[in-house]
Every structure is written in C-alpha cells, then in structure tokens.
C-alpha cells in the first residue's frame, strides 16, 4: 500500500518522539549492579510492607523530570542540574572499613530517643530518613536529631511503596513535599538524601530528588528488622559476611521497634571491636 506524505510525517514524528524518550532515559541513568535492597527501578522487585494510603497536600512543584534529567555526565557518572549524582547511594563514604548506618520510618516519639541514646553513648552518627508527615507531627525529634549531628533524608510524605507505579507528578509532590515538612522542622539544616519507601525508585523520583539536591539513597544490608525477625536474626544478618562499605538499614519507626533498639546496643559495640569506622552514605560518585 502507497504510505501518503502525511502518513510519513506521522511515521518520521513517532521516530522521533521515542528517540528522544531513550535519550531522556540513558540521561538519567540506570544503577551499575544490582542490589539486594529492591532499591532499583522495580520490575519484579516487590516492596516490604507499609504505609501505602497517600496523603499530605500538593506543594509547588519546584522543577520537573524532565529538566532534573538535562544533567551531564561527569566522570561517566550521571549527575543532575544540581550536580547530586543520579545514581543510586548503597555505599559508606571513605575508604576501607566504614560503615554507614540509616534509620527508617520515624521519627516515633517512643523509639527515636532509645535510638538516639544508644548512637550517642556508642558515638555513632548515622542518616535518619523521615517520613514528612510524622516530621510534622513530632517537630522537636527531629530538631534532636539534627541537634546530634545526624544527616537527614527524606523518606516520602507518607511512606506509599507504590509510588513507582503512579504519575510522576504525585511522585513529586510526595518528594518535595517531605523534604518540606522536614526542613520546616529544622530551618537551615539540609536535607540531603532521598530514600524511596520500600527502594521503589524510578528515573523520575531520582532525578527529582537530584534536582532538589538530595542524592538517592539505598542500603547494601537489611536485616529485615521491621518485621521483628527476633534479636538473634537481626544480628547474624548484619553481623555476616559484610559488603565493602556498607549501608546498613534499621528502623525506629513504624511499629515495635524494640528489637532494633536492642540489637543496635549490641550491634554497635561489635562493629567497633571489628575495626570498623562510621560514616554518612556517599553523596558524589559512585
């Protein structure tokens, strides 16, 4: 059948328009491994349990996906327009035996300041991924966190495990809007990591968060402790056989996290007899 001229503009338009969708692709990146967090663009990934109802208000959306993703490569990494790279964080910063210890879920004005005692009496500093509507709601734990020298991260305005499936605009709003419910808690301190709920990422919710200067955050060992496995499972899934400068991931919020507490006063006096350091996740490459 004869294609018409106009048939052929179509044709030579749709051409165009996925080519262009790849470009948007390849610059936004892809992890370099795979992980054992599910924190990747999930496909047969299934997220743990959670927090799924959506909630919080629509903020402004500050920048798009799509302008996040107009970074450049530097180094062969990919990096977004405010240089935070675009990649995926599963590493402690420094080299050698560091280790990078992350809390989830809170702040729980129960657990946080058990979490907080035991980090301080083992001098530890770790990276604390908020969820925003429980930031607003208990305003002076996070001020304590960031009182002690902690990092913060952003962990979605209410923790639904199914953003990787919704539109990119409601991703925004989930993003942007939790790393401001955190910061209007702690005026001038910054927010500079983003932790999707249950690792589910995709390349708009990265680049976003790059936009906005926080660098997506994964972790290399889970113990599984949010679903209270028991002290014992706990401490031989973080006490094996360690990857090189790991992000460890524990929780003070969502539940009983009693476990957790407990296992962090035994877990933490250990790491130092092993000769480990502790550190913040990597913020630039790789």
Known sequence: MRITTSSARRRRAGYVTAAALVGLLAAVGTPAYAATDGSVVRTPDAPPSGHSAPAGTAGAARGTAHGAAQGTAHGGVAQGASGVPLGISRLAQGAGRQVAITIDDGPDPRWTPQVLETLRKNHVKATFCMIGTKAQKYPELVRAVAADGHQLCDHSVDHDV????????????????????????????????????????????????AASGMRPLGWSVDPQDWSRPGLKAILSAVEGKLPQQPTVLFHDGGGDRSETVAALKEYLPWLTEQGYGFSFPARTAP
């Open 162 to 209: 199914t953003m990787d499936h919704k539109p990119v605009a409601y991703q925004r709003q989930q993003i942007l809007d939790g790393k401001a419910m955190i910061e209007k808690a702690v005026p001038g301190v910054p927010v500079t990591y983003y932790r999707a709920p249950g690792g589910a990422f995709t390349p708009d919710s990265r680049a976003i968060a």
